[in-house]
């Protein structure tokens, strides 16, 4: 296990240091612009998705087993904001809509998203829906407030109070509203573990005997971004920060967290300087390999000893978080 490196004194070098892939990566995604853009790793961007609002929206994409699904609404002030439209990206087919709702989560299945719908003022409804816009029944009662994350075959992990001082994560049988676990913050659920964020540490949560592992963290942070890789083995953990000590520079630093025996790896090139920390996304795909967008889109295996890179750039226009679109 490691412990914490000394704080650094000066911001490290600018930019992800790698190789570009003479093979190219094959790697292409969908990033959360307005509209949302296809974007392949070496050739650039493929295009825009026909029939989403573009504009001043907000937008964000998640990932449903090997489906991209989009999220759009308009802007909205700190007090109200209105429910986002949904859409499945369906690649060759025009997007598919599933209406409105206020938070999406993908389904253990990969075939479905859980829904956060608004029925009224504060009056919403949790939803099962399938990427063919099928609905699982009418749904169960749910405050407004909760924010869906993801299922896994332990439950359904969600926030409850979000955007409130009494916000709380609970891991729920979406059956029958049980809850299965609770924290205050849970970061990440991958598999049968759950990963507990605490003010110096970690936690690794294993759902199937209750067994819980501390982890200290290798850098330290109060509330790191986690990104459990598809199998649910291992998770990218991202300290960066928006400013780094005495200075405004933004500093990305990737580590691999081993779910198994929490024994930390950092990712090569690691940490440097971005002006994209906002505005880039982090992505695993179905070979294994993570995957970030940040000025160029750069991939890497765990083991490997360097970044690999696409031959295209991302304009700055277009920086924003991706999912892979398979």
């Not at 790697?27 to 504009?55: H, I, M, Q, W, Y």
Request: aromatic share 4%.
């Amino acid at each position: 296990m490691s412990s914490a490196h000394p704080a650094p004194t000066t911001p490290p070098p600018t930019g992800l240091d790698g190789l570009v892939a003479t093979g190219g990566l094959g790697v292409e995604l969908l990033l959360a612009t307005s509209p949302p853009t296809v974007f392949d790793a070496d050739s650039g961007v493929r295009g825009t998705l026909p029939g989403v609002p573009g504009g001043q929206r907000v937008v964000s994409v998640l990932r449903v087993g090997h489906t991209p699904v989009v999220l759009t609404a308009p802007t909205c002030s700190p007090a109200a904001c209105a429910p986002a439209e949904v859409y499945v990206y369906l690649g060759l087919s025009p997007p598919r809509s599933l209406g409105k709702a206020v938070s999406a989560a993908p389904g253990e299945d990969g075939t479905s998203v859980w829904l956060i719908r608004e029925d009224g003022p504060d009056l919403c409804r949790l939803e099962h829906v399938a990427l063919t816009g099928t609905s699982f029944g009418r749904g169960t009662v749910a405050s407004c407030h909760t924010l869906v994350r993801v299922e896994t075959a332990h439950g359904l992990l969600i926030t409850v109070g979000s955007g409130t001082a009494e916000t709380v994560d609970v891991l729920i049988d979406p059956a029958t509203g049980r809850t299965v676990q609770q924290s205050p913050r849970i970061l990440a659920a991958a598999g049968d573990r759950l990963v507990l964020g605490g003010l110096t540490d970690l936690t690794i949560l294993d759902l199937r005997g209750g067994a819980r592992k501390p982890v200290a963290l290798p850098v330290p942070s109060p509330n790191p971004d986690v990104l459990p890789s598809r199998d649910g083995d291992v998770a990218a953990v991202d300290f960066g920060t928006p400013s780094f000590p005495g200075t405004g520079t933004q500093t990305r630093d990737l580590w691999l967290l081993n779910l198994r025996d929490g024994s930390w790896q950092q990712t090569p090139s690691m940490p440097y300087s971005t002006e994209n920390l906002k505005h880039s996304g982090l992505e695993w795909t179905q070979a294994g390999d993570l995957v970030i967008d940040d000025g160029v889109v750069a991939a890497w295996h765990p083991g490997e000893p360097a970044w690999r890179l696409g031959k295209a750039k991302l304009a700055a226009a277009r920086q924003a978080a991706g999912v892979a679109t398979s």
